[in-house]
């Protein structure tokens, strides 16, 4: 089964990617780890991304849709995948499309704004050992301090507030028309994120049958 994973950064779709990828046995295929293996591998596709990141540039579409290819034609991939993080946008959907690429379902994790920007403002690590915890639902024995090694935790620039809302209004204007996009065809399937991780896996599953 091929599939596409939306949803807001904080909204946990990482997490269903993985517990999708266990349960099929099919690769997760996040764009910033593919971006990261083809530059240490030096493809093709790897080399221009190195170009654009070491002039200080973002890496462009087209790169990043061919790095996309390259990565899933690998014989992993014949079973089917999971796309986390791509697209983001309606032109990336678009390329994807042109590029021949079969989806059969796009499910879209929903979690309400004001959840996603207090479950990440909560959230702090630890740099030394990367540890996570968060104050409210994974709280370090004492405030602070990392449990594992003593470290002073820090909270990262990603999860401050102001960020936070960055990112989201990011999402709503670039990455949430694609629900109209997938839903005209057909194949989008609404998830509603829950307060435990295991319940929202167990309606990720569903989706994938029904
Ligand atoms: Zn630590």
């Known amino acids: 089964?091929?599939?596409?994973?939306l949803g807001a950064p904080g909204a946990g779709k990482g997490t269903q990617a993985e517990k999708i990828c266990?349960?099929?046995?099919?690769?997760?295929?996040?764009?910033?780890?593919i971006l990261r293996e083809a530059i240490a591998n030096g493809?093709?596709?790897?080399?221009?991304a190195k170009s654009f990141i070491d002039a200080g540039k973002l890496v462009p579409?087209?790169?990043?849709?061919?790095?996309?290819?390259?990565?899933?034609?690998?014989?992993?991939?014949?079973n089917g995948f999971i796309l986390d993080g791509f697209p983001r946008t309606i032109p990336q959907a678009e390329a994807l499309d042109e590029m021949g690429?079969?989806?059969?379902?796009?499910?879209?994790?929903?979690v309400p704004d004001e959840k996603i920007a207090s479950r990440l403002s909560g959230r702090r690590v630890c740099l030394k050992c990367g540890?996570?915890?968060?104050?409210?639902?994974?709280a370090p024995v004492t405030e602070g301090i990392c449990d594992v090694c003593g470290e002073k935790l820090v909270q990262r620039k990603d999860?401050?507030?102001e960020t936070v809302?960055?990112?989201l209004n990011t999402y709503h204007e670039q990455t949430e028309p694609l629900k109209d996009y997938y839903e005209k065809k057909g194949i989008l399937h609404i998830v509603e994120g829950q307060e435990k991780v295991e319940d929202t896996t167990a309606l990720t599953f569903k989706a994938l049958e029904d």
Not at 101 to 110: F, L, S, T
Request: glycine share 4%; aromatic share 4%; proline share 3%.
């Open 1 to 5: 089964m091929n599939l596409i994973l």
């Open 22 to 33: 266990e349960k099929l046995s099919i690769p997760a295929i996040s764009t910033g780890n």
């Open 43 to 48: 493809t093709e596709m790897g080399l221009k």
């Open 61 to 78: 579409d087209e790169v990043v849709i061919g790095i996309i290819n390259e990565r899933l034609n690998k014989d992993d991939c014949r």
């Open 101 to 110: 690429v079969q989806i059969d379902r796009v499910i879209d994790i929903e």
């Open 131 to 138: 540890a996570t915890y968060h104050t409210e639902f994974k």
């Open 159 to 161: 999860d401050m507030p």
């Open 165 to 167: 809302l960055d990112r």
